[in-house]
């Protein structure tokens, strides 16, 4: 079982920048592959980023690619998401999941989802 926490979020002017943080509990956090997902009012849940176990492979949406960077430390049982350049359209409640593969999660196969932090872009 695995608990995640999300944290980082908050309101940001466009252009800046935020890190968002999720941190797990239980002992098999470095097993599983982690991401980012968001979800805007009224769209649907879309895929930002995920890394493997391993952090030796990564997928970005194509909306997020050069201004956003996912990355884990496992002595820390924490998964980040470094968000540069941020835009009003970046605006939405940012989820973290753990699922088996950064591929998987790519596809919306997780295992497991946290309870998810907001992200406000101003113009």
């Known amino acids: 079982q695995v608990q995640l926490v999300e944290s980082g979020g908050g309101l940001v002017q466009a252009g800046g920048s935020l890190r968002l943080s999720c941190t797990a509990s239980?002992?098999?956090?470095?097993?599983?592959?982690m991401g980012w997902f968001r979800q805007a009012p009224g769209k649907e849940r879309e895929f930002v980023a995920a890394i493997s176990w391993s952090a030796g492979m990564t997928y970005y949406a194509d909306s997020v690619k050069g201004r956003f960077t996912i990355s884990r430390d496992n002595a820390k049982i924490t998964v980040y998401l470094q968000m540069n350049s941020l835009k009003p359209e970046d605006t939405a409640v940012y989820y973290c999941?753990?699922?088996?593969?950064?591929?998987?999660?790519?596809?919306?196969?997780?295992?497991?989802w946290g309870q998810g932090t907001q992200v406000t872009v101003s113009s």
């Open positions: 999941a753990a699922g088996p593969s950064a591929y998987d999660l790519k596809y919306g196969r997780y295992d497991y």
């Open positions: 239980g002992r098999t956090f470095s097993t599983y592959a």
